[in-house]
């Protein structure tokens, strides 16, 4: 779940979806790159939803399903509202919706049946839903002509450990290469996640990652620039 910290970041009279993916994907970009390392390369994967383990070749992992999307229906079905999957593997997706909506936030987050466009997809929602979840998660989806996505429990604490600032760039490049984020907005709420102090000073955030490492982030407007560290 989100800090009140990072949640005040955003406007609250006009929660858009640019602005609250922004928010999320930082941790939860970086919780699922540990997560896809953890589980190395895999030649096959099947979902059980009647005991809630997803296998991949000969390992299991306990799940709980998000949603489903199809090729040939332009929507997100979230998992309470699929008639196959038991109630227990949809309580977690549950918990996490009636947080949302408690938070105020908009319909096309909370609905269980949301339009799909060039920006909301399944990917992204998942990403939003990981970052409000009640307990730590990662996240696979099962891709075919109707793709599954599910949460992943009871992984190891170390997927979900502390940012380190040999991470930070590689995961800054990443997501503002592939995501339609505001950066600046992105990375104030990944550091305010991880716990890091920062200070903003004409157009750059400078923070401490230890009493040796000072990085100063540097943006063109809300537009990621460049990172270094700094005496």
Not at 75 to 86: F, R
Not at 91 to 105: A, C, F
Request: with cysteine.
């Amino acid at each position: 779940m989100l800090k009140v910290e990072t949640l005040n970041l955003l406007n609250k009279s006009d929660i858009n979806f640019k602005d609250l993916l922004s928010i999320c994907i930082g941790k939860t970009y970086l919780y699922q790159r540990r997560f896809i390392e953890y589980i190395g390369k895999y030649n096959h994967w099947d979902v059980d939803l009647s005991t809630g383990m997803l296998t991949l070749d000969d390992k299991k992992y306990n799940i709980e399903c998000i949603g489903t999307t199809s090729k040939n229906d332009p929507y997100w079905y979230s998992s309470e509202i699929e008639k196959v999957i038991p109630d227990k593997y949809v309580d977690l997706m549950i918990k996490t919706r009636v947080k949302l909506e408690n938070l105020g936030m908009p319909q096309y987050l909370t609905n269980s049946k949301i339009a799909l466009n060039e920006n909301i997809n399944g990917f992204n929602l998942s990403m939003i839903y990981i970052a409000f979840a009640p307990i730590n998660v990662a996240y696979f989806c099962g891709k075919g002509d109707t793709s599954i996505y599910m949460f992943v429990k009871s992984l190891p604490e170390n997927i979900f450990s502390k940012l380190k600032s040999t991470e930070l760039f590689s995961l800054i490049t990443d997501i503002t290469s592939n995501f339609n984020v505001n950066a600046k907005l992105m990375i104030k709420a990944l550091l305010m996640e991880m716990e890091y102090n920062f200070v903003e000073e004409n157009n750059k955030l400078i923070t401490d990652f230890s009493p040796d490492s000072k990085i100063e982030i540097e943006f063109d407007g809300d537009n990621f620039s460049s990172l270094r560290g700094v005496l």
